[in-house]
C-alpha cells in the first residue's frame, strides 16, 4: 500500500481531528483506540484492537493467567518487613558500635 500523509492541526485543547479518508484506510470509527509512540522527533499512530477474553485462544488465556501467579523469587509481605526489620536492628547495632568509643 502506498503512504498517505495527512496534515492535521492540534485545535485548542490539544485534540485532533483525524481526516475521514485516513479513518477508511485504518478501518477506525468513534471511540476507536491508537497507541501513540512518540521517539526522538517523530509520532507514529497505531489502530490497537480490544479483544474480549472468551475471544481468545483457552491456551492463551491460561498461558496469561500462569504469568499473574507468583514467581519464584517472590516472598511474603511479613517475611519481606522481617528481614527490613532484621536488617535495620542490624545497621542501628553497627551505628550505635561505632558512635560508643572502645575501652582500650
Not at 5 to 33: H, N, W, Y
Not at 64 to 76: E, F, M, Y
Not at 85 to 97: C, H, R, V
Amino acid at each position: 500500500m502506498p503512504a498517505t500523509q495527512f496534515k492535521l492541526s492540534v485545535g485548542a485543547k490539544r485534540q485532533v481531528t483525524i481526516p475521514r479518508e485516513c479513518m477508511a484506510l485504518l478501518s477506525l470509527e468513534e471511540g476507536s483506540d491508537l497507541l501513540l509512540d512518540v521517539s526522538s522527533d517523530h509520532a507514529i499512530l497505531t489502530p490497537m484492537v480490544s479483544v474480549p477474553r472468551s475471544a481468545l485462544p483457552e491456551g492463551f488465556v491460561e498461558k496469561s493467567l500462569a504469568r499473574l501467579g507468583q514467581k519464584p523469587t517472590d516472598i511474603p509481605v511479613d517475611e519481606f518487613r522481617s528481614f527490613l526489620k532484621t536488617q535495620m536492628n542490624a545497621e542501628q547495632t553497627l551505628a550505635d558500635s561505632l558512635a560508643t568509643p572502645s575501652a582500650e
